[in-house]
């Protein structure tokens, strides 16, 4: 009895450790090191900043911070890849590991994500619940207690440092001055109907860019001279917004509004005024990265520089864009349209509330498009499926810059923006793509080094 006792004791015990070192030695690393963390926690990001309506420009901003500290963490872990520090405009190295022990950098990495994220949206508890049931997987899986923690306050490190050095960006400052002052000169940008809203960030070029010599490195050429007789170049130009308006296709009716990227359109009922909530043009192209990422089956690491090298083109297009928009000032079609040609006219999307030139969508889609055509080929043909969870169905592409040329003429198919604006715009955001790519190195496998 007693030797049946004792091995089954042994028996028993054998297998606690056996199955103890699998949890403890692979078991959360399935977790971890599964490139889908990142996904699921950008995915989360975009909901949050989905629903606390955030303007285009300062969601280029959230996802901006957290992906650099995200990739910033893994190049601990990667030393064929290079850090940012140093390369974008006034950030340090990040503070060092401790030497001789063991961490977890993708749960760093994933850490210093969500920090700096919370620290820049306003559901915070959205974030805190994800975060919990995220790590509470994590822990079930065995991951060893002194690695979790260890791990976890690296990530809180970063955070802080990344936190740090986006404190001195002048976001802070901007939110206390003057708003936008509407004149009532005719080629001057008005507010729109249905909200009549104010204008949107009139000063974000006062931001400080990552990688741009300043906001206005880029200035793109001078729109067309505002006229409104019908031999005028400028009339020309909204009759043909006019007119494409009136006489879409309803695939062009697709294109519209596949690319809307609207984060707040206002619907009046009565007296009564509410809003459908969208995703922004960045949070879009976000989601294309995902989509890129996952087609190439690439790893941990290569997702994080992905995101990161894209939210960097994003944010620097954004401010050179917006530089543009407040320095011409320039009128909407919507506006117009009604005033000189037809009072009952509507855009097929709701005019969004800043000036019109240049074009936001071309500006950003195309330096997203060269980033990651840089880093996937020029021939990386995917689905779209972006949209999909704002109820319109995906669409496929044979390439990054075709689908960033289809983003930007839907504007025009939308009815918010001149041909000018689009044309010059997709100028504007290929010089802002090909910037970041001649003066950040991440590794040889994906920007070159120049």
């Not at 309506?53 to 996802?63: M, N």
């Not at 601990?76 to 950030?91: D, I, K, S, T, W």
């Not at 976001?171 to 109907?193: H, L």
Request: hydrophobic share 40%; with cysteine; aromatic share 12%.
């Amino acid at each position: 009895m007693r030797k049946s006792i004792s091995k089954a004791l042994i028996s028993m015990l054998i297998a606690t450790v056996f199955y103890g070192c699998n949890k403890e030695s692979g078991e959360y690393k399935k977790i971890v090191y599964n490139p889908e963390v990142i996904h699921e926690s950008m995915n989360m990001l975009t909901k949050i900043i989905v629903h606390d309506i955030f303007s285009p420009p300062v969601a280029s901003r959230i996802y901006a911070y957290p992906s650099i500290a995200a990739y910033e963490v893994m190049v601990n872990e990667n030393p064929e890849y290079q850090p940012l520090a140093g390369q974008l405009r006034g950030l340090t190295p990040i503070p060092k590991p401790e030497a001789n022990v063991e961490y977890c950098y993708p749960l760093a990495s994933i850490h210093a994500f969500l920090t700096v994220g919370k620290a820049m949206i306003f559901s915070e508890q959205t974030l805190d619940d994800y975060r919990n049931s995220l790590y509470k997987r994590i822990e079930d899986a065995g991951i060893p207690e002194e690695v979790y923690e260890r791990s976890v306050a690296y990530g809180e490190l970063v955070a802080k440092h990344i936190l740090a050095w986006a404190d001195k960006d002048m976001y802070k400052q901007t939110r206390t001055f003057a708003k936008f002052e509407i004149t009532d000169q005719g080629d001057r940008w008005k507010p729109t109907p249905p909200a009549y809203m104010d204008a949107i960030e009139p000063h974000w070029s006062e931001i400080r860019p990552f990688v741009l010599d300043s906001a206005s490195q880029f200035i793109p050429p001078r729109p067309t001279a505002f006229k409104t007789k019908k031999d005028d170049a400028f009339f020309k130009e909204a009759m043909d917004v006019y007119e494409t308006g009136k006489n879409l296709t309803e695939d062009q009716e697709a294109i519209a509004k596949f690319w809307d990227c609207n984060p707040y359109v206002s619907h009046l009922q009565g007296h009564l005024m509410f809003a459908t909530k969208k995703i922004t043009p960045g949070g879009h192209w976000e989601g294309i990265t995902a989509i890129a990422c996952r087609k190439a089956n690439a790893d941990f690491i290569k997702t994080t520089e992905s995101y990161a090298l894209v939210s960097v083109a994003l944010f620097d297009g954004f401010i050179s864009c917006w530089d543009e928009k407040y320095r011409s000032n320039l009128i909407r079609p919507e506006t117009v349209i009604n005033q000189y040609i037809d009072p009952d006219w509507l855009p097929v999307l709701q005019t969004p509330p800043f000036p019109e030139y240049t074009s936001g969508h071309s500006v950003v889609s195309t330096a997203a498009a060269t980033i990651l055509t840089k880093m996937y080929g020029e021939s990386f043909a995917f689905t779209d499926t972006t949209e999909v969870a704002y109820g319109l169905p995906p669409r496929s592409f044979d390439s990054f810059i075709q689908a960033s040329q289809e983003a930007a003429i839907s504007r025009l198919y939308g009815g918010i923006h001149y041909r000018p604006a689009i044309n010059n715009g997709v100028e504007q955001g290929r010089k802002v793509g090909e910037l970041v790519i001649s003066r950040i190195h991440t590794s040889d496998a994906s920007l070159a080094k120049q």
